[in-house]
């Protein structure tokens, strides 16, 4: 329901509706609170969660992924809350996450530009950033807090994942930046 997204690790991520392992959960037929799953670009799936109505039921609008590596979504019913006529019955929704061990990443916005055009990028624990690259090619930064960097596109660099280096870990980007002509 709502989609798919493109986990880091290049699998995709998403939920259903129904089904899973609760008998607790059930519309016209339909038995079960709904899951959290990954797909492997090769087909081989896996079911992360099974929402059982207290934590969730009929989960929509499909999966968001953080900077920090973690997946949000949230449920249309389920929770402890009463919500009476609910279709399903149960409680008003969730707003959920999960964690699948994903690391975190940065990400650039806009997803492509030319040199000299200004870029930011989105992240966090940025403020000790000692360094920042467009495929290699070392770009002059701006710390603006710790989950924003200003940066221009350096003249000479290419496509390819950008890069913030900090004292902790160095953060690829989650897509390649597109430098245009």
Same mark, same amino acid.
């Given at each position: 329901?709502? $989609? +798919?997204? %493109?986990? !880091?690790? #290049? &699998?995709? =991520? *998403?939920?259903?509706?129904? /089904? @899973?392992?609760?008998?607790?959960?059930?519309?016209?037929?339909?038995?079960?609170?709904?899951?959290?799953?990954?797909?492997?670009?090769?087909?081989?799936?896996?079911?992360?969660?099974?929402?059982?109505?207290?934590?969730?039921?009929?989960?929509?609008? $499909? +999966?968001? %992924?953080? !900077?920090? #590596? &973690?997946? =949000? *979504?949230?449920?249309?019913? /389920? @929770?402890?809350?009463?919500?009476?006529?609910?279709?399903?019955?149960?409680?008003?929704?969730?707003?959920?996450?999960?964690?699948?061990?994903?690391?975190?990443?940065?990400?650039?916005?806009?997803?492509?530009?030319?040199?000299?055009?200004?870029?930011?990028? +989105?992240?966090?624990?940025?403020?000790?950033?000692?360094?920042?690259?467009?495929?290699?090619?070392?770009?002059?930064?701006?710390?603006?807090?710790?989950?924003?960097?200003?940066?221009?596109?350096?003249?000479?660099?290419?496509?390819?994942?950008?890069?913030?280096?900090?004292?902790?870990?160095?953060?690829?980007?989650?897509?390649?930046?597109?430098?245009?002509?």
């Amino acid at each position: 329901m709502g $989609g +798919l997204a %493109q986990g !880091t690790d #290049g &699998n995709f =991520y *998403g939920g259903t509706l129904a /089904g @899973g392992t609760s008998s607790n959960c059930s519309y016209t037929g339909i038995v079960g609170c709904g899951t959290i799953f990954r797909l492997t670009p090769g087909g081989t799936l896996t079911t992360l969660h099974s929402f059982d109505g207290t934590d969730g039921n009929f989960m929509i609008n $499909g +999966l968001l %992924q953080d !900077t920090g #590596g &973690n997946f =949000y *979504g949230q449920t249309w019913t /389920g @929770g402890i809350s009463s919500c009476p006529g609910n279709v399903g019955g149960g409680g008003c929704g969730t707003i959920f996450w999960l964690s699948v061990g994903l690391g975190p990443f940065v990400e650039t916005l806009p997803t492509s530009g030319k040199a000299g055009q200004g870029i930011r990028i +989105l992240g966090n624990a940025l403020t000790d950033a000692t360094s920042v690259s467009f495929n290699g090619t070392t770009a002059l930064f701006n710390v603006v807090s710790a989950t924003e960097i200003e940066t221009r596109v350096p003249d000479g660099a290419t496509t390819g994942f950008v890069m913030v280096t900090t004292p902790s870990a160095t953060l690829k980007s989650n897509t390649k930046f597109r430098v245009r002509q």
